[in-house]
Protein backbone atom coordinates (compact mmCIF):
# COMPACT_ATOMS: atom_id res chain seq x y z
CA UNK A 1 0.00 0.00 0.00
CA UNK A 2 1.68 3.53 -0.94
CA UNK A 3 2.19 6.00 1.79
CA UNK A 4 0.00 8.58 1.40
CA UNK A 5 1.11 12.33 2.31
CA UNK A 6 -0.71 14.87 4.42
CA UNK A 7 -1.60 16.49 1.24
CA UNK A 8 -3.08 13.95 -0.70
CA UNK A 9 -5.48 13.10 2.81
CA UNK A 10 -6.72 16.50 2.36
CA UNK A 11 -7.48 16.24 -1.54
CA UNK A 12 -9.67 13.53 -0.60
CA UNK A 13 -11.45 15.12 2.15
CA UNK A 14 -12.43 17.59 -0.17
CA UNK A 15 -13.01 15.93 -3.09
CA UNK A 16 -15.25 12.95 -1.48
CA UNK A 17 -16.56 14.98 1.30
CA UNK A 18 -20.02 14.18 0.76
CA UNK A 19 -20.19 10.87 -1.31
CA UNK A 20 -21.60 7.92 0.34
CA UNK A 21 -19.29 4.63 0.95
CA UNK A 22 -22.73 1.81 1.04
CA UNK A 23 -20.53 -1.24 2.57
CA UNK A 24 -21.35 -3.85 0.36
CA UNK A 25 -19.76 -7.23 0.85
CA UNK A 26 -17.12 -6.17 -1.53
CA UNK A 27 -16.71 -2.87 -0.08
CA UNK A 28 -15.98 -4.63 2.96
CA UNK A 29 -13.46 -7.38 1.54
CA UNK A 30 -11.79 -4.53 -0.23
CA UNK A 31 -11.37 -2.01 2.56
CA UNK A 32 -10.81 -5.05 5.07
CA UNK A 33 -13.27 -3.90 7.35
CA UNK A 34 -13.88 -6.11 10.23
CA UNK A 35 -17.80 -5.65 10.89
CA UNK A 36 -17.43 -7.92 14.41
CA UNK A 37 -15.26 -5.09 15.99
CA UNK A 38 -17.53 -2.47 15.12
CA UNK A 39 -19.68 -0.24 17.63
CA UNK A 40 -21.58 2.69 18.98
CA UNK A 41 -20.63 3.96 21.86
CA UNK A 42 -22.81 6.18 24.33
CA UNK A 43 -22.41 7.20 27.57
CA UNK A 44 -19.62 4.91 28.35
CA UNK A 45 -21.72 2.07 27.24
CA UNK A 46 -20.72 0.20 23.62
CA UNK A 47 -23.69 -1.52 21.58
CA UNK A 48 -22.80 -3.46 18.49
CA UNK A 49 -23.72 -2.30 15.19
CA UNK A 50 -23.56 -2.72 11.53
CA UNK A 51 -22.40 0.96 9.52
CA UNK A 52 -24.67 0.59 5.92
CA UNK A 53 -23.15 3.31 4.50
CA UNK A 54 -20.36 6.77 5.60
CA UNK A 55 -19.42 9.80 3.98
CA UNK A 56 -16.62 12.11 5.77
CA UNK A 57 -19.44 14.09 7.09
CA UNK A 58 -21.72 11.04 8.31
CA UNK A 59 -23.16 7.81 8.59
CA UNK A 60 -26.07 5.28 8.46
CA UNK A 61 -26.49 2.43 10.75
CA UNK A 62 -28.28 -0.08 12.00
CA UNK A 63 -28.39 -0.93 15.68
CA UNK A 64 -30.94 -2.38 17.89
CA UNK A 65 -34.72 -0.64 18.35
CA UNK A 66 -34.75 -1.67 21.94
CA UNK A 67 -35.86 1.69 23.92
CA UNK A 68 -32.95 1.41 25.98
CA UNK A 69 -30.56 2.70 23.99
CA UNK A 70 -32.95 5.58 22.23
CA UNK A 71 -33.12 6.44 25.88
CA UNK A 72 -29.29 6.23 26.15
CA UNK A 73 -28.74 8.51 23.49
CA UNK A 74 -31.13 10.74 24.79
CA UNK A 75 -29.59 10.84 27.99
CA UNK A 76 -26.58 11.80 26.23
CA UNK A 77 -27.94 14.72 24.11
CA UNK A 78 -27.53 12.45 21.17
CA UNK A 79 -23.91 13.19 21.14
CA UNK A 80 -22.11 9.52 20.41
CA UNK A 81 -18.96 7.92 18.77
CA UNK A 82 -18.54 5.22 16.34
CA UNK A 83 -15.97 2.72 16.22
CA UNK A 84 -14.29 1.39 12.88
CA UNK A 85 -11.98 -1.22 12.61
CA UNK A 86 -10.14 -2.45 9.92
CA UNK A 87 -7.43 -5.30 9.36
CA UNK A 88 -4.10 -4.40 8.23
CA UNK A 89 -2.70 -7.01 5.98
CA UNK A 90 1.00 -7.27 7.37
CA UNK A 91 0.30 -6.41 11.10
CA UNK A 92 -1.66 -8.73 14.13
CA UNK A 93 -3.31 -5.49 15.29
CA UNK A 94 -6.48 -3.99 13.62
CA UNK A 95 -6.51 -0.03 12.65
CA UNK A 96 -9.65 1.09 15.21
CA UNK A 97 -10.55 4.49 15.78
CA UNK A 98 -13.97 6.37 16.99
CA UNK A 99 -15.62 8.82 15.08
CA UNK A 100 -17.73 11.12 16.94
CA UNK A 101 -20.87 12.29 16.14
CA UNK A 102 -24.47 13.31 17.22
CA UNK A 103 -27.47 11.52 15.83
CA UNK A 104 -29.81 13.29 13.66
CA UNK A 105 -32.55 11.04 13.55
CA UNK A 106 -34.28 7.28 13.28
CA UNK A 107 -35.77 5.05 11.12
CA UNK A 108 -37.47 1.65 11.12
CA UNK A 109 -35.73 -1.01 9.19
CA UNK A 110 -38.12 -3.30 8.01
CA UNK A 111 -36.75 -6.28 6.72
CA UNK A 112 -36.06 -7.13 10.47
CA UNK A 113 -39.34 -7.69 12.63
CA UNK A 114 -39.22 -4.41 14.54
CA UNK A 115 -35.74 -5.80 15.88
CA UNK A 116 -33.56 -3.08 14.03
CA UNK A 117 -33.48 0.41 13.12
CA UNK A 118 -31.95 2.81 11.48
CA UNK A 119 -29.79 5.23 12.88
CA UNK A 120 -28.48 8.55 11.26
CA UNK A 121 -25.46 9.98 12.59
CA UNK A 122 -23.73 13.64 11.61
CA UNK A 123 -20.09 13.79 12.43
CA UNK A 124 -19.16 16.94 14.79
CA UNK A 125 -15.27 16.74 13.40
CA UNK A 126 -13.10 15.67 10.73
CA UNK A 127 -13.04 11.72 10.85
CA UNK A 128 -9.49 10.37 11.77
CA UNK A 129 -6.74 10.74 8.27
CA UNK A 130 -7.24 6.55 8.57
CA UNK A 131 -11.09 6.54 7.28
CA UNK A 132 -10.28 8.87 5.18
CA UNK A 133 -7.27 7.52 3.45
CA UNK A 134 -8.92 3.99 3.61
CA UNK A 135 -12.18 5.14 1.85
CA UNK A 136 -10.39 8.24 -0.26
CA UNK A 137 -8.64 5.15 -2.19
CA UNK A 138 -11.47 3.02 -2.97
CA UNK A 139 -13.01 6.37 -4.29
CA UNK A 140 -10.31 7.36 -6.44
CA UNK A 141 -9.79 4.04 -8.02
CA UNK A 142 -13.47 4.32 -8.84
CA UNK A 143 -13.49 7.59 -10.39
CA UNK A 144 -10.00 6.88 -12.28
CA UNK A 145 -11.09 3.16 -13.48
CA UNK A 146 -13.34 5.25 -15.74
CA UNK A 147 -11.76 8.08 -16.56
CA UNK A 148 -8.32 6.39 -17.24
CA UNK A 149 -9.13 2.95 -17.99
CA UNK A 150 -7.25 3.14 -21.10
CA UNK A 151 -4.12 3.50 -19.63
CA UNK A 152 -1.56 0.72 -19.62
CA UNK A 153 0.69 -0.51 -17.26
CA UNK A 154 3.64 -2.33 -18.73
CA UNK A 155 4.82 -5.17 -16.85
CA UNK A 156 8.21 -4.63 -15.31
CA UNK A 157 9.84 -5.93 -12.16
CA UNK A 158 9.27 -2.66 -10.99
CA UNK A 159 5.76 -1.94 -12.38
CA UNK A 160 4.66 -5.27 -10.45
CA UNK A 161 6.10 -4.64 -6.99
CA UNK A 162 4.28 -1.68 -7.15
CA UNK A 163 1.23 -3.14 -8.41
CA UNK A 164 1.88 -5.66 -5.44
CA UNK A 165 1.39 -8.57 -8.20
CA UNK A 166 2.71 -12.03 -7.91
CA UNK A 167 3.77 -13.13 -11.44
CA UNK A 168 3.06 -12.62 -14.73
CA UNK A 169 2.48 -16.31 -15.79
CA UNK A 170 -0.44 -17.59 -14.99
CA UNK A 171 -4.04 -18.89 -16.49
CA UNK A 172 -6.57 -17.57 -18.78
CA UNK A 173 -9.91 -19.50 -18.91
CA UNK A 174 -11.47 -19.15 -22.12
CA UNK A 175 -14.98 -20.61 -21.75
CA UNK A 176 -13.58 -22.92 -18.65
CA UNK A 177 -10.32 -24.09 -20.50
CA UNK A 178 -7.46 -23.08 -18.76
CA UNK A 179 -4.72 -21.97 -20.54
CA UNK A 180 -1.07 -20.84 -19.70
CA UNK A 181 -0.41 -17.24 -20.57
CA UNK A 182 2.06 -14.52 -19.73
CA UNK A 183 0.74 -11.22 -18.79
CA UNK A 184 2.45 -8.24 -20.37
CA UNK A 185 0.39 -5.11 -20.00
CA UNK A 186 -2.18 -4.12 -17.70
CA UNK A 187 -5.08 -1.42 -17.51
CA UNK A 188 -8.27 -0.74 -15.95
CA UNK A 189 -10.12 -2.00 -18.89
CA UNK A 190 -8.44 -4.80 -19.97
CA UNK A 191 -5.06 -6.55 -20.74
CA UNK A 192 -2.80 -8.30 -23.32
CA UNK A 193 -1.66 -11.61 -22.75
CA UNK A 194 1.04 -13.97 -24.63
CA UNK A 195 -0.20 -17.78 -24.96
CA UNK A 196 0.85 -20.54 -27.37
CA UNK A 197 -1.20 -21.88 -30.30
CA UNK A 198 -3.53 -20.36 -32.78
CA UNK A 199 -5.88 -17.39 -31.37
CA UNK A 200 -7.60 -15.95 -33.95
CA UNK A 201 -10.55 -18.91 -33.20
CA UNK A 202 -10.51 -17.01 -29.74
CA UNK A 203 -11.73 -13.49 -30.97
CA UNK A 204 -15.34 -12.76 -29.08
CA UNK A 205 -14.97 -15.55 -26.90
CA UNK A 206 -15.71 -14.89 -23.01
CA UNK A 207 -12.87 -15.65 -20.56
CA UNK A 208 -11.20 -15.72 -17.26
CA UNK A 209 -8.20 -13.91 -16.17
CA UNK A 210 -6.52 -15.18 -13.01
CA UNK A 211 -4.03 -12.38 -11.35
CA UNK A 212 -2.34 -12.92 -7.95
CA UNK A 213 -2.11 -10.01 -6.02
CA UNK A 214 -0.03 -9.21 -2.23
CA UNK A 215 -0.96 -6.71 -0.20
CA UNK A 216 -3.71 -8.70 0.28
CA UNK A 217 -2.96 -11.96 -1.12
CA UNK A 218 -5.28 -13.10 -2.80
CA UNK A 219 -5.95 -13.96 -6.48
CA UNK A 220 -8.58 -11.74 -8.41
CA UNK A 221 -10.65 -13.87 -11.40
CA UNK A 222 -11.91 -11.14 -13.89
CA UNK A 223 -14.19 -11.91 -16.54
CA UNK A 224 -13.43 -10.32 -19.81
CA UNK A 225 -13.94 -10.88 -23.79
CA UNK A 226 -11.33 -11.45 -26.22
CA UNK A 227 -11.55 -8.47 -28.24
CA UNK A 228 -7.99 -8.82 -30.98
CA UNK A 229 -4.84 -11.43 -31.33
CA UNK A 230 -1.86 -10.81 -33.20
CA UNK A 231 1.65 -12.60 -34.07
CA UNK A 232 4.47 -12.45 -32.11
CA UNK A 233 7.26 -11.77 -34.18
CA UNK A 234 10.16 -14.35 -34.46
CA UNK A 235 7.89 -17.00 -32.85
CA UNK A 236 5.13 -18.59 -35.12
CA UNK A 237 4.30 -20.46 -32.02
CA UNK A 238 2.74 -17.86 -29.55
CA UNK A 239 0.30 -15.18 -30.26
CA UNK A 240 -0.90 -12.12 -28.19
CA UNK A 241 -4.75 -11.97 -27.18
CA UNK A 242 -6.19 -8.93 -25.93
CA UNK A 243 -8.74 -9.04 -23.60
CA UNK A 244 -11.51 -6.34 -22.97
CA UNK A 245 -13.13 -6.52 -18.92
CA UNK A 246 -16.61 -6.79 -18.34
CA UNK A 247 -16.85 -3.65 -16.71
CA UNK A 248 -19.56 -4.58 -14.34
CA UNK A 249 -17.08 -7.83 -12.94
CA UNK A 250 -14.11 -5.88 -12.34
CA UNK A 251 -12.71 -6.48 -8.53
CA UNK A 252 -12.64 -3.18 -6.54
CA UNK A 253 -9.39 -4.71 -5.52
CA UNK A 254 -7.82 -4.75 -9.07
CA UNK A 255 -8.92 -1.25 -9.45
CA UNK A 256 -7.12 0.02 -6.40
CA UNK A 257 -4.16 -1.76 -7.15
CA UNK A 258 -3.79 -0.39 -10.32
CA UNK A 259 -4.98 2.94 -9.51
CA UNK A 260 -1.86 2.77 -6.84
CA UNK A 261 0.38 1.95 -9.56
CA UNK A 262 -1.16 5.25 -11.82
CA UNK A 263 -0.97 7.67 -9.25
CA UNK A 264 2.62 7.02 -8.07
CA UNK A 265 4.40 6.92 -11.52
CA UNK A 266 1.92 9.16 -13.53
CA UNK A 267 -0.08 11.61 -10.97
CA UNK A 268 -3.51 13.21 -11.25
CA UNK A 269 -4.77 14.07 -14.73
CA UNK A 270 -4.66 18.27 -15.08
CA UNK A 271 -1.62 18.43 -12.20
CA UNK A 272 1.31 16.92 -14.37
CA UNK A 273 -0.22 13.86 -14.97
CA UNK A 274 -0.75 13.85 -18.55
CA UNK A 275 2.98 15.53 -18.87
CA UNK A 276 4.62 12.88 -16.89
CA UNK A 277 2.98 10.20 -18.89
CA UNK A 278 4.76 11.00 -22.05
CA UNK A 279 8.06 9.52 -20.43
CA UNK A 280 6.50 6.36 -19.16
CA UNK A 281 6.78 3.40 -21.56
CA UNK A 282 3.89 1.60 -20.08
CA UNK A 283 1.58 4.45 -21.30
CA UNK A 284 2.44 4.06 -25.47
CA UNK A 285 0.23 1.58 -27.46
CA UNK A 286 -2.91 2.10 -25.68
CA UNK A 287 -6.52 1.26 -27.75
CA UNK A 288 -10.12 2.08 -27.73
CA UNK A 289 -10.80 -1.21 -26.87
CA UNK A 290 -8.73 -0.76 -23.12
CA UNK A 291 -6.25 -3.17 -24.20
Known amino acids: M?????????????????????????????????????????????????????????????ASAKSALVERIKKANN????????????KADPRAFFVAG????????????????????????RPPDDLIEILGRLLEANVNSARRRDERILLTADSM?????????????????????????????????????????LV???????????????????????????????RKDLAAVAIQFDGQHIPMNFKIHINDYIMQTRGPRGEGGEEASRGDPATKGGDADGT
Open 2 to 62: AILTSQQISKYYDAFRAIDVTFTKEVIKSTALLPQQVCLKCVGEQWPCVIYSTSFSGAKIL
Open 79 to 90: MVSLRFSFKISD
Open 102 to 125: KVTGFAPYAQSNGDLQFIHIQYTQ
Open 161 to 201: RRICLQSKDTFIFIQGVPRKCIVRDLSFGGAKVILVGLAKF
Open 204 to 234: GKECLLRLDFDEPRESLDIKGTVVRYEDVEG
